[in-house]
């Protein structure tokens, strides 16, 4: 069955970069995209980006645009989502979600999502 | 960005009851919009897409109508494994945005 398996949670400091992936097992990766949505209490679901499996093509959130990476490793069928330059209010639960080819489309199976903690 | 607005952001109903969600877009959506269901401590669930259309495997209780700027989400028969926080998200532009949720208990 289809399940997007993600990285364990991280801690970091305001500064430092953050890396998580994205597994996916159970369906044609390569036909599918993927979004990242980050969950706070304050800001609620935030949806930061989508690339492509496929061709590895992006379409980043502008709140997110100068910090954010997302690549895809087809061979691993796995996507990465870098977030650079972390501060204290992006600690969230970042969760991966499969979207269709294209950013504008539903998101129909999430990742258990990967807690992310900034603090000095 | 298109902003999302659901209400109410909680409600308390009894099993059995009709419950319905609100959700407003900022500006026309057509019918690009998508409900969720989250479950405490887990990640989000598609129920509903392109505003009317239930995913396979969610129970026929759940239902959508809406286009335009409004929309609406109904829970028929209200049962206790419903528990759980709602959400709209809009996909007609980018970024895509989710309302802030409503959270619904049992009474």
């Known amino acids: 069955q289809v399940q997007l398996v993600q990285s364990g949670g991280e801690v970091k400091k305001p500064g430092a970069s953050v890396r998580v992936s994205c597994k996916a097992f159970?369906?044609?990766?390569?036909?599918?995209?993927i979004s990242w949505v980050r969950q706070t209490p304050g800001q609620g679901l935030e949806w930061m980006g989508w690339?492509?499996?496929?061709?590895?093509?992006?379409n980043y959130a502008q709140k997110f645009q100068d910090r954010v990476s997302m690549t895809t490793d087809t061979s691993r069928t796995t996507v990465h989502m870098e977030l650079r330059s972390l501060r204290s209010d992006d600690t969230a639960l970042y969760y991966c979600?499969?979207?269709?080819?294209?950013?504008?489309?539903?998101?129909?199976?999430w990742g258990q999502g990967t807690m992310v903690a900034v603090s000095s | 960005d298109i902003q999302m607005t659901q209400s109410p952001s909680s409600l308390s109903a009894s099993v059995g009851d009709r419950v319905t969600i609100t959700c407003q877009a900022s500006?026309?959506?057509?019918?690009?919009l998508n409900w969720y269901q989250q479950k405490p401590g887990k990640a989000p669930s598609l129920l509903i897409y392109?505003?009317?259309y239930l995913e396979t495997g969610v129970p026929s209780r759940f239902s959508g109508t809406g286009s335009g700027t409004d929309f609406t989400f109904t829970i028929s028969n209200l049962q206790p494994e419903d528990i759980a926080t709602y959400y709209c998200?809009?996909?007609?532009?980018?970024?895509?945005?989710f309302g802030g949720g409503t959270q619904v208990e049992i009474k």
């Open positions: 979600a499969r979207g269709g080819d294209r950013p504008y489309d539903a998101l129909d199976f």
């Open positions: 159970g369906y044609a990766f390569t036909n599918y995209g």
């Open positions: 690339i492509s499996a496929d061709n590895g093509n992006t």
């Open positions: 500006q026309d959506i057509r019918n690009y």
């Open positions: 392109t505003a009317s």
């Open positions: 998200q809009q996909y007609d532009s980018l970024p895509l945005t």
